[in-house]
Each structure stands twice: as C-alpha cells, then as structure tokens.
C-alpha cells in the first residue's frame, strides 16, 4: 500500500486563502441566522399568547371529550350522512375535473416551448399566479355569496382554486417534454396544432392524468373543510353536530371521512401506478 502523500499545509493556505482565512461575516453569518430564527421563533410565541399551562389545562378537556366521542353512532342520520358524503365525493370530483379541463388549454400558454414571447407568456403566469394564490377557503366564501349556500358554491371553489394551481403544473410537464418528437413532426411539414396533438399531447397527458388523481384525493379533504362555511358535504353535517356538542355523531362523520379518504388513496394510488407503468412500457 503507497503512504498517503504529506500535505503541505502552508501550500494549501496560500493556495485556497478563501476557505482557510474567511472573513468573519462569513463565519458569524450561520450562528447569526440561527439566533435570528430563535428569536422570531420566541417573539411568535410571545405575542401569539402561547401558554404551556392553558395548554396542559386543555389536555383534559380533550380527554373530555374523546371520552365522549366513544362509541359512534350515527343515531338516524345514517342516510343523510351518506348522502352528504356522497355530495362531498361530487364537489372534489366534478371541480377538479372541471379545473383541469379549462386549465389544460391555458397552460398551452404560459410554457416556453409553445408561447416563447415573453410578453405574452408573463401575463398568463401572473394571472395564475393570482389565482393560486387565494386559498379554496376563501374562494368558497366568496362564491358562497355569488351563488348561494349549497354544493355548487363548493364546486367553483375548488375549480377556480385548482385551475391556478394546474395551470402551472401543466405548464411545467409541457416545458419538461421532449422536444425531438416536435422537431421530427414539424420535419415532415406539420402544423403548430400537429405538433401539439401528437408530439407534446402523448407526452404531457400520463402527467396530467397522474396529477388529476392526487388533486381528486386532496380535494376530498379540501371539500369537507368548505363544507363547514357553508359549502355543502359532510363538512356542514360535521359542523353542525359539533355546533349542538352531539360527539357520538361527530366521532361517526370523522370515520366515515377517514374511510373516504383512505379509499380514494388507494385507488388513485393503484391508478396512478398504472398510467405510469404503461407509460414506461410505451
């Protein structure tokens, strides 16, 4: 075995002068960063009124009442919980569908490869931008009052929410693409539309399809929250029910939303595992 050769460390030092002598702004920059972090940390804790007695005190009126959640029971309200369920299920469903749908073309226009103006692509990314920006809660507010109380409220919430959202993540798999398949069918004489259709549609839409799916299950626990503003779905049963302190329901409405959800994990989940794998097979 060959000795390691002796490092001359005055080389080294005279060598690499920036990582042996760094100025002290450099050395003080972490340990003042972590101070920095400390003290925001401590200051929110401050005036956010954080008190660890008010919240050991609290503990035991959680106790309280998960004592008084056991057992479940859903009394006779059985068939109207379904049928809220089944209206939640509806909203994710029907509003992610119909987000994906009008984001799909907008998003055309706000990828590089399709749009290279920048002058015409900022606009579009900033519009979604603002869209993504307003969270689903607020937007089921604001529609609550455009359109009434009720589930269709719910749908436009989570469409108007998630179309932001896809329209910058469609927009990403559109750029991400690859572009020799473009470049042949434009070799062959085809148009911008035949370039779209059959070199970048093909790629982009197992992407897509797999996106849809996790938003469909998101949205699922996103629908029930706006149900309880008035939305429609479990969520305003749930609300309602906490509202009257009956615990034995309210306990029941969380199962049922936790089955829900776990259901519609593991079939998007099997789904998308297998839009993938057909896709790695093509």
Known sequence: MSKPHDIDTAEMRSRYPDIFDRPATARLATPAMAVAALAIFV??????????????AGLSQLGWITMMMIPPDPGTSLPLYLKALGETLSIAL???????????????????????????????????????GVDTLIWALVWINVVGLGPFAGVLAIAVSDFGAFGK???????????????????????????????????????????VLYFIESNTRSAT??????????????????????????????????VAVAAIDFISGKLRFAIIGRRAVA
Request: charged content about 15%; overall charge neutral.
């Open 225 to 258: 929250i706006i149900g309880i503003v008035g939305a429609g779905g479990i969520g305003l049963q749930l609300a309602e029910q906490i509202r009257v302190l009956e615990w034995q329901k309210v306990s029941f409405l969380i199962l049922m939303i936790l």
């Open 94 to 132: 029907l509003g992610t569908t119909l987000a994906a749908l009008l984001a799909l073309p907008v998003s055309l226009f706000a990828a590089r490869n399709i749009v290279p103006s920048v002058s015409l692509r900022f606009p579009v990314r900033r519009f979604l931008d603002s869209i993504r």
């Open 169 to 211: 993540l469609f927009s990403e798999a559109i750029e991400g693409a690859d572009q020799k398949q473009v470049e042949g069918i434009h070799a062959s004489g085809g148009s911008v539309l035949h370039e779209i259709r059959f070199g970048l549609m093909p790629q982009v839409l197992p992407v897509i399809a797999g996106q």
């Open 43 to 56: 200051y929110g804790l401050v005036d956010l009124d954080f008190s660890p007695s008010r919240f050991i």
